[in-house]
Every structure is written in C-alpha cells, then in structure tokens.
C-alpha cells in the first residue's frame, strides 16, 4: 500500500501567518495517464471531511485563494498565506493513483 | 444540489451485522463511483471500499476484505454497505463519499456520516 506521510502533526500558527503542510507518498502518485491524483481536505470537529484541492493543485469551488497546492512525484504541500480563524482544525491528502486508496494521517491547524 | 445521507448506524454487538445506507439526490448513483471511508473516534480517515458507476468494479481495504459488502440500488439511488462479523475495530463514523479518482468529483461530495459502535 501506498503510505501517505503528513508533517507536521500539529501545527500552531498566528492569525495572518502563512502555515505550510507537507504530504510526501512513499511512492510516485503519476498515473499512467499522465494525471497525479491528490486531493486535500479540510476537516472541522464535528464535520465532515471538505475537499479543498483535487489533483494537487485544483482550487475546489467556494475555496479561498489563500488555498494552494503544489508539488509532484512524490513531494506535495498545501499553503496558506493568511491564516484565518475558520481555518482551524485538521488537513489531510489523500492519493487516488495507487488502490487501495490511502489518507495522510492529518495536521492538526491551531490558533496560537 | 448534491446531497449525500448516511443512516443504519447504532449501538451493535460483536458478532452482529449492520447494513449502512447512503441515500444521494441531485445526483444518479449509476453515473458516478462511490465510496465508504470510516474515522474511529479520535482518530484519522480510513478508505474501506469503493464501486464503480456501474457497479461493475468493486475495491476493499485488507482490513474490510471478506465481512464487508459494497452495493448500490439504481431504483433508490442508494449506496450501500453491508458490514458483518462486527469487531470492536469496527467502531467509527462511517462517511459515503462521491467520486472516481479520474475525475474531477473524486471525493467531492461527502455525506454527515452515520455512528457505529460495537460493543456487548
């Protein structure tokens, strides 16, 4: 299986900070089609997991610009450039090239 | 507009089945894949199984493989997940989830998810 390893666990950061999350698979995501299939989510207590980004860097609708994702191959990120309050709670990549599909363990965004 | 609710969760003993249900509107689930992830308490999201739009394809987590169903009712538009044999391991949130991994709606959609806990 496909291990989907996410840094930090947790991550405190002040309001208006950038915050940078790190998803690193243990193998190539690249599909045979060319595609890297690797969406992140964003997860309040209580919630249901959201989709922010899919196939690294695709901005879901309703997503704000301060949302990003980057990288290739097996070294991926997820950005915030100002941090807001809403943003709290935990983020997770997950892959879809490899069955079975696998999730990152998550990164826990907190307020300093 | 898409929606996505779970419902059959609840107290269940080990041992013991439970069939989930997952009823989608503003969508045909014969024209998507689906999905079933599951998240113990306290704990990360786990991917358990998934179906292809026309039911054809069916993948399962090592873990799942054997006690769990995965199925899709056209006429109720409706996803499914039969789970027998309950283990302890078993108790989490169960979310359905829209998507296959080449398109654009992979795991765009998420339900509010239903509660199983096993316990005697």
């Known amino acids: 299986d496909v291990v989907m390893t996410q840094s930090p666990l947790s991550l405190p950061v002040t309001l208006g900070q950038p915050a940078s999350i790190s998803c690193k698979s243990s193998?190539?995501?690249?599909?045979?089609?060319?595609?890297?299939?690797l969406n992140w989510f964003h997860q309040r207590p209580g919630q249901s997991p959201r989709r922010l980004l899919y196939?690294?860097?695709n901005r879901d609708s309703g997503v704000p610009d301060r949302f990003s994702g980057s990288g290739s191959g097996t070294d991926f990120t997820l950005k915030i450039s100002r941090v807001e309050a809403e943003d709290v709670g935990v983020y997770y990549c997950?892959?879809?090239?490899?069955?079975?599909?696998?999730f990152g363990g998550g990164t826990k965004v907190e307020i300093k | 507009q898409v929606q996505l609710v779970e419902s059959g969760g609840g107290v269940v003993q080990p041992g013991r089945s439970l069939r989930l249900s997952c009823a989608a509107s503003?969508?045909?689930?014969?024209?998507?894949?689906l999905h079933w992830v599951r998240q113990a308490p306290g704990k990360g999201l786990k991917w358990v199984a998934f179906?292809?739009?026309?039911?054809?394809?069916?993948y399962y987590a090592d873990s799942v493989k054997g006690r769990f169903t995965i199925s899709k009712d056209s006429s109720k538009n409706t996803l499914y997940l039969q789970i027998n044999s309950l283990r302890a391991e078993d108790t989490a949130v169960y979310y359905c989830?829209?998507?296959?991994?080449?398109?654009?709606?992979?795991?765009?959609?998420w339900g509010q998810g239903a509660l199983v806990t096993v316990s005697s």
């Open positions: 179906i292809s739009y026309d039911g054809s394809i069916k």
């Open positions: 989830a829209r998507g296959a991994p080449s398109g654009s709606n992979f795991f765009d959609y």
């Open positions: 997950l892959q879809g090239t490899h069955w079975p599909l696998t």
């Open positions: 193998q190539s995501l690249v599909y045979s089609d060319g595609n890297t299939y």
């Open positions: 503003g969508f045909a689930v014969n024209r998507f894949a």
């Open positions: 196939k690294v860097s």
